[in-house]
């Protein structure tokens, strides 16, 4: 009878304790997430645009895979002031099948950058999307040494992929790298000028360097291909290129970009922007440390 009573008692007690338990709070995220392809930290309940670089949010994103990218040069060997044919052949990673299927990225299917080896030569264009699904080029290379030649594109059903290649031009040049140092005077461009900032003032390997640029005259700004500034990185050795987009802009004379330097080293720095019409391109070197160096 004691042991029915003492089972009773502590039942009535645990149902107590229970009720005043605090239950969890429903989902704050419930449902589905939209995700920028471009810059995944933009996130949202609703569909719609990425505030940030105006793409298209979508839901369900693939796990980032790399796709390859196989760049053909004729005619062969290529050399200073002969026109180049350039393709840029698509494949997948699982089965190497070739792709034909691509989204469109601020306005264009494929964004080119190319950059010589002593960072003198800054080419930013779009090859087309031809019958044979490759997407075709034609450019003259102005000097001898190497190049570096970065595909930006977006495979439909994938992520947005940044890949190089490295093409070598006929004749004598230096194989020097350049020596950078720390450059952020005023630049005078086609129709502006422009300044540039850092916080932290010496930006620092693997941490968020804020870099602001500031136009003048101000007035007249447009957005180029679908953002308000358009941004390419790369290291003095040609190893890393980085193709980024503005973090805060709102068509106003201060653009910022938030930029996280893989290595310490010295980078050099183009931005592009429109106004009245006209692009604007300008470059600054940005040496890079390791922290507490």
């Not at 053909?72 to 026109?83: A, E, F, L």
């Not at 700004?221 to 990185?233: D, I, R």
């Amino acid at each position: 009878m004691r042991s029915v009573l003492a089972l009773l008692v502590f039942a009535l007690v645990a149902g107590a304790q229970a009720q005043q338990t605090p239950q969890p709070l429903p989902s704050q995220n419930a449902g589905t997430v939209y995700v920028c392809p471009m810059d995944p930290d933009v996130r949202s309940n609703s569909p719609g645009k990425c505030a940030r670089c105006g793409m298209e949010l979508k839901s369900g994103l693939p796990d980032p895979v790399e796709y390859h990218m196989h760049l053909d040069i004729t005619p062969r060997p290529v050399k200073v002031g002969q026109p180049s044919n350039l393709t840029f052949e698509i494949h997948d990673p699982w089965k190497n099948r070739p792709v034909t299927n691509f989204q469109v990225v601020h306005e264009k299917l494929f964004h080119m950058f190319v950059v010589s080896q002593d960072l003198q030569v800054f080419l930013h264009n779009h090859p087309t999307l031809g019958a044979d699904k490759n997407f075709h080029y034609e450019y003259t290379f102005p000097k001898p040494g190497m190049y570096r030649v970065l595909g930006d594109f977006y495979p439909d059903g994938a992520t947005p992929q940044l890949i190089t290649s490295t093409v070598f031009v006929q004749g004598a040049a230096s194989a020097k790298v350049p020596t950078l140092t720390r450059d952020y005077s005023t630049k005078d461009t086609e129709n502006m000028a422009v300044e540039l900032t850092t916080d932290p003032p010496q930006p620092i390997s693997g941490q968020t360097t804020q870099m602001v640029f500031r136009v003048k005259p101000g007035d007249g700004l447009e957005k180029y291909l679908g953002a308000w500034g358009h941004m390419l990185a790369a290291s003095d050795d040609l190893i890393d290129m980085l193709h980024q987009h503005p973090f805060i802009a709102d068509g106003g004379p201060q653009i910022q970009f938030n930029v996280i330097f893989p290595r310490a080293h010295a980078y050099r720095v183009w931005v592009q922007f429109q106004r009245k019409g006209v692009v604007n391109t300008a470059h600054f070197d940005v040496p890079v440390k390791e922290l507490g160096k």
